[in-house]
């Protein structure tokens, strides 16, 4: 190895101090997707924002499903930990404009929409910074432990916005949460995660990527016109939901005619994204093709997409989440609308939720670890949809509530066993699930194989979330959770696909 790079690079850490970081660097990436789902969606159904439009703001998360297009930037400019400090601080500055003025998100001002689209993107930015660096970092027989920390630790960022949550109640006046407090400690937290990031340890070399791959790659391009094709129908099935939004925002007519149909929000997505994904597969697959294999954005879509069975292992990834994706939106609003103050819906999250999911995802990695990656999937994923089941009992025994009534200890105790089975199950299915995208990426291109992957999972939560807010308002919280249980077994007619892609492993 050659002297002239740096001290920590030459002595790789060990497996302690690795695990350490893996900790660490996943409750910074939990935290903003637990502010998003959790902090922001009782924010505004209590300040009288109704489920359809915090449907709505689930599609601002669609930032994590087109993280791929600027994935090869973060991966060629390989400073990782730079891209995640400068991604925590933008976020912590969107916190405290929030602190500032936080009525704001529910008096119908543009601004804060703008600033929640901005902490999307850069929590995006900071999860491709994040996953690509890690990948890099570990060993395939570090997987399984490493997993159970990084989803028992994602949890707990995500269950930190809990803690805001209680914050909030504590330091306002019964009726009066304090928000703009909760927003405050987010952006205290957020600056503190960037600055810890900046001493990790630095990432190993790997070999320089080939002279003029890019402009190589454009010029390749202009003889396969397929794959521009195929990317804009991706692109198009990607950010289809928006268009039911804009379209009755602008007025217009013909799409707010059509926008509730079930085709529109989920048919018509779907199909440009697996159509723009077989035409991405036969693309791949051309000869010519090769001439891509070197460039820095579409050389890990032809590595990827170039596999035997990858179409079907794309359709497992978008299914596999669906039912769980499709609940978890609502289940704040639920609580909300069933009683609870947002201290006490913190405290179940923080005292409950923690443990169990810390729980959760240590169990889940020793038990992938142990029956491997293909039964790991399905057994886990099964126990997953459970706490869609407890969610369905818990909202038809626990009725509707006005703002201010008391929520008896009886209906307390449900929603808090739902909510326990929820935070271990859905650390179960995680781990086996983030295990398998590792276990199918190559760690040449980690940081944009693995958002390409990621992406395609995020757009299901995005959508479903959308579709959540519909759902409840049409179907009730009871009968919307049942459903969401049948949701996660579509997935399952996938598994030859995927167990064939397991025995092939990632191209080395």
């Not at 190993?204 to 202009?222: C, F, N, Q, T, Y």
């Not at 359709?315 to 769980?324: S, T």
């Not at 729980?359 to 293909?374: E, N, S, T």
Request: aromatic fraction near 12%; proline fraction near 6%.
């Amino acid at each position: 190895m050659p002297s002239n790079l740096p001290a920590d690079t030459m002595r790789p850490p060990t497996r302690r101090r690795l695990m350490f970081w893996v900790a660490l660097l996943y409750f910074s990436e939990g935290l903003p997707l637990g502010l998003f789902f959790d902090l922001f969606p009782v924010h505004m159904r209590q300040a009288g924002v109704g489920t359809a439009e915090i449907g709505l703001l689930s599609l601002l998360g669609l930032a994590w499903t087109v993280k791929f297009l600027w994935a090869p930037l973060v991966d060629a400019w390989r400073g990782h930990r730079l891209w995640m400090a400068a991604a925590n601080a933008g976020m912590a500055c969107v916190l405290a404009a929030l602190a500032w003025q936080p009525e704001a998100l529910s008096a119908g001002a543009s601004w804060p929409w703008v600033l929640l689209a901005a902490f999307t993107v850069l929590s995006a930015t900071n999860d491709i910074a994040t996953d690509g660096y890690t990948i890099e970092l570990l060993r395939k027989d570090q997987y399984g432990v490493a997993n159970g920390l990084r989803i028992g630790f994602y949890r707990v960022g995500m269950l930190a916005a809990g803690g805001m949550l209680v914050a909030a109640g504590w330091l306002g006046t019964p009726g009066q949460p304090a928000w703009g407090a909760a927003y405050g400690l987010g952006a205290v937290l957020m600056l503190l995660n960037g600055a810890m990031v900046l001493m990790a340890p630095a990432q190993p070399p790997r070999p320089p990527r080939v002279a003029g791959a890019a402009a190589d790659e454009w010029s390749a391009l202009k003889g396969q016109p397929l794959w521009l094709l195929a990317l804009g129908l991706v692109l198009a099935g990607l950010l289809w939901p928006v268009l039911g939004p804009v379209g009755k925002a602008a007025g217009w007519a013909p799409v707010m005619a059509v926008s509730g149909t079930w085709w529109f929000k989920g048919a018509v997505p779907v199909g440009l994204m697996m159509l723009g994904a077989s035409l991405m597969v036969v693309a791949a697959r051309h000869p010519r093709a090769q001439a891509l294999a070197e460039g820095p954005v579409f050389g890990a879509w032809v590595g990827l997409l170039a596999r035997p069975g990858m179409l079907a292992v794309l359709a497992f990834i978008l299914l596999f989440k669906l039912g769980d994706a499709a609940m978890g939106f609502m289940v704040k609003p639920f609580w909300v609308d069933a009683g609870f103050t947002p201290a006490q819906i913190g405290l179940v999250s923080v005292n409950v939720g923690l443990g169990l999911s810390i729980a959760g995802g240590l169990a889940g990695g020793w038990y992938v670890d142990r029956a491997g990656l293909f039964k790991g999937l399905w057994v886990l994923g099964l126990a997953q949809a459970l706490s869609n089941l407890a969610y369905a009992w818990a909202a038809w025994q626990v009725p509707h509530t006005e703002p201010g009534m008391q929520v008896s200890a009886y209906y307390q105790g449900v929603v808090y066993a739902a909510s326990a089975l929820e935070s271990f199950t859905g650390g179960l299915g995680t781990g086996a699930f983030l295990a398998f995208l590792m276990g199918i990426t190559g760690k040449q291109r980690a940081t944009t194989e693995y958002a390409i992957l990621s992406s395609i999972f995020a757009f299901s939560r995005a959508v479903a979330g959308w579709a959540g807010g519909l759902g409840v308002e049409q179907m009730g919280y009871g009968a919307f959770f049942l459903l969401t249980f049948f949701l996660s077994f579509p997935a399952y007619m996938l598994l030859p696909a995927v167990r064939r892609m397991l025995d092939g492993g990632p191209p080395r």
